[in-house]
């Protein structure tokens, strides 16, 4: 795809390497290398201008290698990194989150498949989302199935923009998921990636961004291509734009890719010198 507009945002990726240290408890580790320059690359190729690296799960609340990626390209870069779901505000004090912010993080990501979900409505999450809600970031959420239900009341009261991560990732055996999400998503603190489509049973996230359009959330939506969609390598790059355009159309494709992730990630307007990899 070629046609994409000027300041256009992959909103969801990922960068790593092997040596890395992961978490004892991880799902998957992948054996091979996904560095910046590689993502840089099919930014470049696929014509966009800029991109959101999100911490990976298995390297858990060590957040230096995504940090230092960021310092790499700090006009065309932002993050979404990992805190200790037990101590959020012991990790979000207001020194840190300056210090974060000025390097380009704007969110927090919660991956809770296989976890039980954090006491949002506790102090800890209480005090943590305030100080993310005064600097502008905002909690990313990974769940599945019922999890849904049982986060949706405490999402809707958080003072931060909430993001339902990979459209919910909805199954047809879980109805109340998929009802809880388009819920939540009628708030307007939440936005929903379209992203890793791949990650639910055939037909279902195709589903699933059909009933958010319906139900008029097209203008919290953000593109994400998940790269370099582990564990579903084999989806093209290309392919992820093209699924997305053929499901949403051109007209909402380009404002997904540029002034809703401008708005949620704190992107200015103006347009990118070309940058050096």
């Given at each position: 795809m070629?046609?994409?507009?000027?300041?256009?945002?992959?909103?969801?990726?990922?960068?790593?390497?092997?040596?890395?240290?992961t978490?004892r408890d991880?799902?998957?580790?992948?054996a091979?290398a996904?560095?910046?320059?590689q993502y840089l690359?099919r930014?470049d190729?696929?014509?966009?201008e800029?991109?959101?690296?999100v911490?990976?799960?298995?390297?858990?609340t060590d957040?230096?290698?995504?940090?230092?990626?960021?310092?790499r390209?700090?006009?065309?870069?932002?993050?979404?990194?990992?805190?200790?779901?037990?101590?959020?505000?012991a990790?979000?004090?207001?020194?840190?989150?300056?210090?974060?912010?000025?390097?380009?993080?704007?969110?927090?990501?919660?991956?809770?498949?296989g976890?039980t979900?954090?006491d949002?409505?506790?102090?800890g999450?209480?005090?943590?989302?305030?100080?993310?809600?005064?600097?502008?970031?905002?909690?990313?959420?990974?769940?599945l199935g019922?999890q849904?239900?049982?986060?949706?009341?405490?999402?809707?009261?958080?003072?931060?923009?909430?993001?339902?991560?990979?459209?919910?990732l909805?199954r047809?055996?879980?109805p109340?998921?998929?009802?809880?999400v388009?819920?939540l998503?009628?708030q307007?603190?939440?936005?929903?990636?379209?992203?890793?489509?791949?990650?639910?049973?055939?037909?279902?996230a195709?589903?699933?961004?059909a009933a958010l359009l319906e139900r008029?959330?097209?203008?919290?939506?953000v593109?994400?291509?998940?790269?370099?969609?582990?564990?579903?390598?084999?989806?093209?790059?290309?392919?992820?734009?093209?699924w997305?355009?053929?499901?949403?159309?051109q007209d909402?494709?380009?404002g997904?890719?540029?002034?809703?992730?401008?708005e949620?990630?704190?992107?200015?307007?103006?347009?990118?010198?070309?940058?050096?990899i």
């Amino acid at each position: 795809m070629t046609d994409l507009p000027s300041h256009a945002v992959d909103a969801h990726a990922h960068v790593f390497e092997p040596g890395l240290a992961t978490v004892r408890d991880a799902r998957y580790v992948p054996a091979y290398a996904a560095p910046l320059e590689q993502y840089l690359a099919r930014l470049d190729e696929h014509g966009l201008e800029r991109g959101v690296l999100v911490q990976p799960s298995f390297l858990g609340t060590d957040n230096s290698y995504l940090l230092a990626a960021l310092a790499r390209e700090p006009e065309r870069l932002r993050g979404v990194i990992v805190v200790d779901h037990d101590r959020p505000a012991a990790d979000l004090t207001e020194d840190r989150v300056a210090e974060l912010h000025a390097a380009g993080v704007r969110g927090v990501r919660l991956n809770l498949l296989g976890h039980t979900a954090p006491d949002l409505g506790g102090l800890g999450w209480q005090e943590a989302t305030a100080r993310m809600a005064r600097w502008g970031w905002h909690l990313e959420i990974q769940a599945l199935g019922s999890q849904w239900s049982q986060l949706g009341p405490p999402l809707v009261g958080l003072d931060c923009a909430v993001v339902v991560d990979h459209l919910g990732l909805p199954r047809a055996e879980h109805p109340d998921a998929a009802q809880a999400v388009l819920e939540l998503a009628a708030q307007e603190h939440v936005w929903v990636k379209v992203s890793g489509h791949y990650r639910s049973p055939a037909g279902q996230a195709e589903a699933m961004l059909a009933a958010l359009l319906e139900r008029g959330a097209g203008h919290r939506l953000v593109f994400g291509s998940d790269w370099p969609h582990t564990r579903h390598e084999e989806h093209p790059y290309a392919d992820v734009l093209d699924w997305t355009r053929a499901q949403a159309g051109q007209d909402l494709l380009h404002g997904m890719l540029t002034a809703q992730p401008a708005e949620l990630f704190g992107w200015p307007a103006t347009t990118l010198a070309t940058p050096t990899i």
